[in-house]
């Protein structure tokens, strides 16, 4: 039977208790309007069952006591016979489901409050092994492409004003309960950790071997070369005064000028050159320099030594207690100031990023993909790993419940449906006591 989640009955929606149960399940204490129409419904199609049944026993009374006079009553009474078979045996078969029939305690009847334990341990393992795994909820997942859906709602109307919204609660929520002093140590206890305590040199200098064997730094050089040669340019009487400012009184000052000139003309000459050639002398002076300078922090005990002493004079304790109180307070101003100002640059610019990612995630195939990819492995690794867990919230709360009270609520969900099998007994049951009756009468008669 198909119910769905409007259906459900607030009696269910949390475990029974051991409270007195009522006399069925037409009487339980505290029904919803949902149960009580269940109710009803459920005590219809009983009295549709027993008036069937009656039925069956009216004819065959009267069948049987006419049949010598009307020889074709027989046929009639063999048909109510094997109705009223039919109709007893498949009440005893519901029955038995939910409760001893007529309270005579005969094996393998009331079945759900005596196994009620044994049925939810069952009922978990069936859905730990057919719905809790790794491929079904990943094909599931595949199938509803949360990746577009959730890029729509983000793309459109409101969807990243409530991201904002609840991103905005969440931070304040954080805030409220995070202490200062202890966020503060926590920062400094970091920068202790991974800035302080390893040594400066030799990653330093793995990572400065890499930048220069890329020919990362030419870049940096051509940058300096360029300004070297951009102030030579601008400071021809710069040149000339540090030359004049440097040679003796008794020379004449037309001679600094020729001197001056001539100094400014082989810089400006010397300077271009480096800038123009890149595999200039002097560029290949400052690449072996700074490629040893690599090799010294990492394996020279003086350089790395230096290192240390460059480290400490520039984070001591005080330093680094002021950069983790300058930090937290930083972060934590700014998101508070952002957060509390929907209007604020922070807010939109989280705003358009959410709306951005939607749309990517909805034109972007690629992306959608991968997105869909991600959370599908998260989800398979979460069912692989935590399945037995999340199944036992079935077993542990059925083993929670009254047996009673328990039997009498899936009664109420179920009974309805399964008082068809009596009513179809019944009809099945004649069916086949009349064929029966015939094909013996054909036999034998």
Not at 362 to 391: H, Q
């Amino acid at each position: 039977m198909q119910v769905n989640s409007e259906q459900i009955p607030d009696t269910l929606s949390a475990p029974p208790t051991a409270a007195g149960p009522a006399a069925g399940a037409a009487g339980a204490v505290g029904l919803s309007s949902g149960d009580a129409a269940k109710a009803a419904a459920l005590r219809k199609m009983k009295a549709v069952a027993l008036g069937l049944l009656i039925g069956m026993a009216v004819v065959f009374t009267l069948a049987y006591a006419f049949q010598k006079e009307y020889p074709w009553l027989e046929y009639v009474r063999a048909a109510a016979e094997g109705g009223m078979v039919g109709a007893l045996a498949d009440w005893f078969a519901v029955t038995a489901l939910f409760k001893y029939p007529m309270g005579l305690k005969i094996p393998h009847t009331a079945i759900i409050p005596r196994r009620k334990d044994q049925i939810g341990e069952s009922l978990s393992d069936f859905v730990e092994t057919n719905f809790l795994s790794e491929q079904v909820v990943q094909q599931k997942l595949a199938s509803i492409d949360i990746a577009r859906k959730a890029g729509a709602w983000l793309a459109g109307p409101g969807g990243a004003e409530r991201v904002a919204k609840e991103g905005a609660a969440l931070i304040r929520g954080a805030f409220t309960v995070l202490n200062d002093d202890d966020v503060q140590a926590v920062i400094e206890g970091m920068v202790r950790k991974h800035l302080l305590t390893p040594p400066w040199g030799p990653p330093v200098g793995r990572m400065a071997e890499r930048i220069f064997a890329d020919g990362h730094h030419h870049k940096l050089v051509d940058l300096l070369v360029d300004r070297t040669a951009d102030w030579v340019d601008a400071n021809h009487a710069a040149v000339n005064r540090l030359v004049s400012d440097r040679s003796p009184l008794w020379v004449p000052s037309f001679v600094d000028d020729l001197v001056g000139d001539k100094v400014y003309l082989e810089l400006s000459k010397f300077v271009r050159a480096v800038q123009q050639d890149q595999d200039h002398q002097v560029r290949r002076a400052i690449d072996t320099y700074l490629t040893e300078l690599a090799q010294d922090l990492q394996h020279d005990p003086v350089m790395i030594e230096r290192a240390e002493g460059i480290k400490a004079q520039i984070l001591g304790d005080p330093e680094v207690r002021e950069l983790a109180s300058r930090t937290w307070g930083t972060i934590k101003n700014a998101l508070l100031g952002a957060v509390e100002d929907p209007e604020s640059e922070l807010t939109q610019r989280f705003k358009s990023a959410v709306r951005d990612f939607g749309s990517r995630l909805v034109n972007d195939d690629e992306l959608a993909g991968k997105v869909n990819a991600w959370i599908g492995d998260a989800a398979g690794y979460l069912v692989t790993t935590y399945r037995s867990d999340i199944a036992g919230v079935i077993s542990d709360t059925v083993a929670r419940w009254d047996a009673e009270e328990t039997s009498q609520k899936i009664e109420l969900q179920v009974g309805r449906d399964l008082q068809y099998i009596r009513i179809n007994g019944t009809v099945v049951g004649a069916l086949a006591g009349l064929a029966i009756f015939t094909v013996a009468h054909l036999l034998f008669g």
